[in-house]
């Protein structure tokens, strides 16, 4: 990716309403179960961003017929024509996943259980992402994955699929909904039941998702307790159309903008609040953020969706355990921001996960924040901030990571004087319009 440098000045005050992005972990799925499912598959309001395009582009090159049309707020609507799971096409050339890990790895376990051969490659990013813990799962049920590098698990992934997978129990060693989604998406190919355990809970819109199309899906306990997702396999995806809601990984950045703004009331339309997304407004929630939900319909496939509204407010520490850092893994550069400005010692514990996105997001986020002036250091895995500290603006670096190029733009609302965020053109992988929405709400 090219990068380019934004600045930031500093906002008197933040008012309006925003309608965000299209989820970006549903806006995958629904294209990914489309191209399994036969038929005809609406999507409306999907993401814009560039992960999302690169898996339309895959749905695309496995053989469906995928139109894209402008949607709301700068989202698009798919409509999906594909021949089904049984007449998918041998790709012509490799797989580009470009930046997404997501792409990469719910690809590996899609194809693992189709009768094609293909390539999964990327950027030079997500070629330094680790793809272990996807191959060696898909490998336990039969499937042919060879992955690349001195380790033999990074990217391209190349994948002889089989049109039949053995089912197993798969523990996974660290929470990981992307690696649970793999096993699960296998799971539709392999014979007899196929169970994932977590330690952690993560998020479940695979599931929902799946048996919103009438496929098996199962919550359990194993017998040491740990959580556990079952899919009776083999099994046939049905076509259903999909609504998909604003991206509460997006929601997380405005959350925080107008928590720690002496002067703010911004409202977030239509955003999703699964149950295993909703960690980060109970964290800001804990640390005395005003944030209300005001209640609508769900999406119409079991995925609930909420008004938000965030105001003003004064915040205090607190220490986020390792399963709430899990649970709101992509929101902790925000949280960190929010700790910033939050009364004592905030301590976040376990985020090592945060090492292996597309940058190592402790690193990128301790050095971006430090430069503004904030308080705050990696012990280990642990993330420690003092606040409040005032911000003061500089020239920053997100490492070309989105998560932290969004984080420092909002901190330069507060700042004093002006913030330049380089790689900001970063934000196209989730957010294309942020910068647009920001002038917008600003004043």
């Not at 399963?323 to 939050?342: K, N, R, V, Y």
Request: hydrophobic fraction near 45%; proline fraction near 5%; charge should be negative.
């Amino acid at each position: 990716m090219a990068s380019s440098e934004a600045g930031v000045e500093p906002a008197a005050r933040l008012r309006g309403d925003l309608v965000l992005p299209g989820d970006k972990s549903i806006s995958h799925r629904a294209l990914m179960l489309a191209l399994l499912a036969g038929g005809e598959t609406r999507i409306a309001g999907a993401g814009d961003g560039a992960d999302v395009r690169s898996t339309a582009g895959i749905v695309r090159a496995l053989g469906a017929a995928v139109t894209r049309s402008p949607g709301r707020a700068g989202n698009v609507d798919y409509v999906v024509n594909s021949p089904g799971a049984t007449a998918i096409h041998q790709p012509a050339t490799g797989l580009d996943c470009g930046n997404s890990g997501t792409t990469m790895r719910l690809f590996a376990g899609i194809l693992a259980g189709l009768p094609v051969e293909a390539t999964l490659d990327g950027d030079a990013s997500l070629r330094g992402r680790p793809m272990g813990r996807v191959i060696d799962p898909l490998r336990a049920m039969g499937a042919d994955v060879d992955g690349s590098g001195s380790d033999g698990a990074r990217a391209p992934l190349r994948i002889a699929g089989r049109s039949r997978l053995s089912a197993m129990v798969y523990a996974t060693p660290m929470p990981s909904a992307q690696v649970k989604s793999a096993v699960l998406l296998a799971g539709l190919a392999a014979e007899g039941t196929t169970q994932v355990r977590e330690s952690i809970r993560t998020r479940d819109h695979t599931e929902r998702m799946l048996r919103a199309r009438a496929v098996t899906v199962r919550s359990a306990r194993s017998e040491a307790g740990a959580n556990a997702v079952e899919i009776d396999g083999p099994a046939t995806v049905g076509a259903v159309d999909q609504d998909v809601p604003g991206d509460p990984s997006a929601a997380a950045f405005w959350l925080v903008a107008g928590a720690i703004h002496a002067q703010a009331e911004l409202r977030l339309r239509g955003v999703g609040v699964n149950p295993t997304r909703h960690a980060i407004i109970d964290l800001l929630r804990q640390m005395g953020a005003s944030i209300d939900e005001e209640g609508a319909p769900d999406d119409g496939v079991g995925e609930p969706i909420a008004d938000l509204v965030v105001r003003s407010s004064s915040l205090r520490s607190i220490e986020v355990q390792p399963a709430e850092t899990a649970a709101a893994i992509d929101e902790i550069p925000a949280l960190c921001l929010a700790a910033t400005q939050a009364q004592g010692r905030t301590l976040i514990r376990g985020a090592g996960e945060l090492r292996h996105k597309e940058s190592d997001r402790i690193a990128g986020i301790v050095e971006g924040l430090s430069r503004l002036g904030a308080r705050i250091a990696a012990d280990g895995d642990d993330i420690v901030i003092d606040g409040p500290t005032a911000l003061r603006g500089t020239s920053v670096d997100s490492f070309d990571d989105h998560r932290l190029a969004l984080t420092f733009a909002i901190a330069g609302l507060i700042a004093t004087g002006s913030t330049t965020i380089r790689g900001a053109d970063s934000v196209a992988i989730s957010y294309p319009t942020f910068f647009a929405d920001l002038e917008r709400i600003r004043s």
